[in-house]
C-alpha cells in the first residue's frame, strides 16, 4: 500500500541533544512538509521541500533542519537551539499544487 | 494576510443529533478548500475537499461541506452524529499560487468534538 512512515513514534530527547525524526513516502509525491502541532494551535509549517535537493523553511524553522537527498525521504533534526521542542509532528505530502496533502501517522517528541 | 478561522474550539453534541463545524477563510482568492480529521495520537485523514464547481460536497463517514463564497465559508456537516465521530477537525486552504510556503496547506487551529450518549 503506498503512504507516508513516520518513525520512531514515540521519541523522548534529553537536553541539548539533536535527535532525528524520519518520513518516508512511497507515493511518487514531489512536495513534501513537515508540521507541528500543540495543543490549540492546529499545524504550523515547519520546512518544506517541492523538489529533490531544495527545501525551504517554513513559519517556525528555528532550531530545525532537514534534508532531501531522496524523492521519498525527508527527515527532520531537532537541534539543541529548538528551545521547546516538545510536540506531536506531522509529515505530509503532495502531489503537486492544486491536491491534498497526504499525512504520516505522527511523531512525538518529548524532552525529559 | 491569508487566515483560517475556525471559530468553536470546542463542540458537544448528542449521537444522532445533526453537526455543522464552521470555517472561514481569508485569502484573495477562491482558494482550495479541504476538511481533516484526527483522533488522538494519529495523522490526518481527508474527509473531503473543494476545488471548483458545485459548491455542495460530499465526503467520506457520511460528511459533507458547503462553499459559500459571498460568506467566505466552508462549513462541515453530517446529519447524524455517532460516537466514532468524536475527534479533531481541522479546515485547511491551499493557495493559488503561493512561492513563499510550497503551495503548503494553511489550517485553522481545529474543533475539538465529543460526542454525548
Known sequence: ?112 | AQSVTQPDIHITVSEGASLELRCNYSYGATPYLFWYVQSPGQGLQLLLKYFSGDTLVQGIKGFEAEFKRSQSSFNLRKPSVHWSDAAEYFCAVGPLRDSKSGYALNFGKGTSLLVTP
Open chain 1, 1 to 112: 500500500d503506498g503512504g507516508i512512515t513516520q518513525s520512531p513514534k514515540y521519541l523522548f530527547r534529553k537536553e541539548g541533544q539533536n535527535v532525528t525524526l524520519s518520513c518516508e513516502q512511497n507515493l511518487n509525491h514531489d512536495a513534501m512538509y513537515w508540521y507541528r502541532q500543540d495543543p490549540g494551535q492546529g499545524l504550523r509549517l515547519i520546512y518544506y521541500s517541492q523538489i529533490v535537493n531544495d527545501f525551504q523553511k517554513g513559519d517556525i524553522a528555528e532550531g530545525y533542519s532537514v534534508s532531501r537527498e531522496k524523492k521519498e525521504s525527508f527527515p527532520l533534526t531537532v537541534t539543541s537551539a529548538q528551545k521547546n521542542p516538545t510536540a506531536f509532528y506531522l509529515c505530509a505530502s503532495r502531489i503537486g499544487t492544486g491536491t491534498e496533502a497526504f499525512f504520516g501517522q505522527g511523531t512525538r517528541l518529548t524532552v525529559v
